[in-house]
T-cell receptor
Framework: SQQGEEDPQALSIQEGENATMNCSYK?????LQWYRQNSGRGLVHLIL?????REKHSGRLRVTLDTSKKSSSLLITASRAADTASYFC???????????FGTGTRLTVIP | EAQVTQNPRYLITVTGKKLTVTCSQN?????MSWYRQDPGLGLRQIYY???????DKGDVPEGYKVSRKEKRNFPLILESPSPNQTSLYFC????????????FGPGTRLLVL
C-alpha cells in the first residue's frame, strides 16, 4: 500500500495564527484520521472523519474531507506554542482492517 | 488508567543478539499492531493481530516475529537484530478492527550496533 502524502512537510507560524495541513491519498477510503505526535512520543488520536462526512470539528480543530479529490485538511485555529508537534493523517482503505499513515507535517508555533 | 505500555523504552544491543519488546494494553482491545518510525518514512506497520492467536504481516515484517497468546499482550521479537532495525518502535491497539481509533504506546527506541 502506498503512503499518503502530507503537505507541507514542515510549517512554522506565529502564535495566534491558523495552521493548515493537507493530506492526499490515492485509494478509496472508509475513514481518515488525524494524529498528533510530540517529539519522540506516542501518537495521540485527534479526530476521525468518515468517507460520507465532509467536515468535523473538535475544539480548535477543523477537518475537511473531499473524497472526489482524495484529500483532507486539518486546520488548527488560534495556534499556541503547545501545538508544536508532528501531525499525521492515517487512512483506512476500503476493505482493509489497518491504518496507513502519511509521513507527517512538522508544525512549529513560535511564541 | 487506560493505556498501552511498552518495555523497554530504550535499548542498545549488538547485531545478532535476540531481543523482545513487550507490549501490553488494559483496554480489552481485540486489535494490536506494531509500527516502526524512521525519519522521512513515517510509520510503517510491521505486524498486526486481529485477536488472540491471529496475526498477520504488515508492510515491513522481515526480521520480526510476533505472538498473541493473550488478548492484552503482543510482544515483538527480533531473533537476530541487524543495524537496519535501528528505529523507534510503537505498539498500538484498537477496540475492534485496526481501521478504528488506535491508541499508541510511548515508543521503544532501539539501537542495534
Amino acid at each position: 500500500s502506498q503512503q499518503g502524502e502530507e503537505d507541507p512537510q514542515a510549517l512554522s507560524i506565529q502564535e495566534g495564527e491558523n495552521a493548515t495541513m493537507n493530506c492526499s491519498y490515492k485509494t478509496s477510503i472508509n475513514n481518515l484520521q488525524w494524529y498528533r505526535q510530540n517529539s519522540g512520543r506516542g501518537l495521540v488520536h485527534l479526530i476521525l472523519i468518515r468517507s460520507n462526512e465532509r467536515e468535523k470539528h473538535s475544539g480548535r480543530l477543523r477537518v475537511t474531507l473531499d473524497t472526489s479529490k482524495k484529500s483532507s485538511s486539518l486546520l488548527i485555529t488560534a495556534s499556541r506554542a503547545a501545538d508544536t508537534a508532528s501531525y499525521f493523517c492515517a487512512r483506512r482503505e476500503t476493505g482493509a482492517n489497518n491504518l496507513f499513515f502519511g509521513t507527517g507535517t512538522r508544525l512549529t508555533v513560535i511564541p | 488508567e487506560a493505556q498501552v505500555t511498552q518495555n523497554p523504552r530504550y535499548l542498545i544491543t549488538v547485531t545478532g543478539k535476540k531481543l523482545t519488546v513487550t507490549c501490553s494494553q488494559n483496554m480489552n482491545h481485540e486489535y494490536m499492531s506494531w509500527y516502526r518510525q524512521d525519519p522521512g518514512l513515517g510509520l510503517r506497520q510491521i505486524y498486526y493481530s486481529m485477536n488472540v492467536e491471529v496475526t498477520d504481516k504488515g508492510d515491513v515484517p522481515e526480521g520480526y516475529k510476533v505472538s498473541r497468546k493473550e488478548k492484552r499482550n503482543f510482544p515483538l521479537i527480533l531473533e537476530s537484530p541487524s543495524p537496519n532495525q535501528t528505529s523507534l518502535y510503537f505498539c498500538a491497539s484498537s477496540l475492534t478492527s485496526g481501521g478504528g481509533t488506535q491508541y499508541f504506546g510511548p515508543g521503544t527506541r532501539l539501537l542495534v550496533l
